[in-house]
């Protein structure tokens, strides 16, 4: 597995076609059951904006009736959100002259250059703490 890419993919397919269907046959429960009921809040928050069923999609897995139903149509709205969120992103940064993206791109490296001066500035400081600290021995 070192050497294989795309590890989220194959992950999700491998649950989705082989786990599922052992833990149902098991526990009658699906693997989207733990996922949508998982304490931790990443993956609540990955399933309710959508990002689980985006994922399902790029996949190419099928989502059929049963898919559907465990996943809830509060997943195919979230993904649907994301989809329309996404579509006006584009238009707006497509709508944008290159006068607008000059402008935004000078906003941009003004700002990462005065991070730099900050960070330096910094890190400057430090080294002159860290020798009078050496110094003091």
Known sequence: ???AKALDMLT???????LDPLVESF?????????????HPRYAEIFH?????????QRGFPIDQRLRQLLGEA????????QAHYEEDRRFHESKTDKDLEAEYQAGSESQAD???????ELA???TNW???????
């Open 1 to 3: 597995m070192t050497n």
């Open 12 to 18: 999700l397919s491998y649950s989705l076609e082989v």
């Open 27 to 39: 526990w009658e429960r699906s693997v989207i059951d733990f996922i949508k009921n998982d304490p």
């Open 49 to 57: 904006l959508g990002i689980f069923e985006d994922l399902i999609k």
């Open 75 to 82: 997943s195919r709205e979230a993904w649907e959100r994301m």
């Open 115 to 121: 991070d730099a001066d900050d960070k330096y500035t």
């Open 125 to 127: 400081e430090e080294q």
């Open 131 to 137: 020798e009078a600290f050496l110094d003091s021995f």
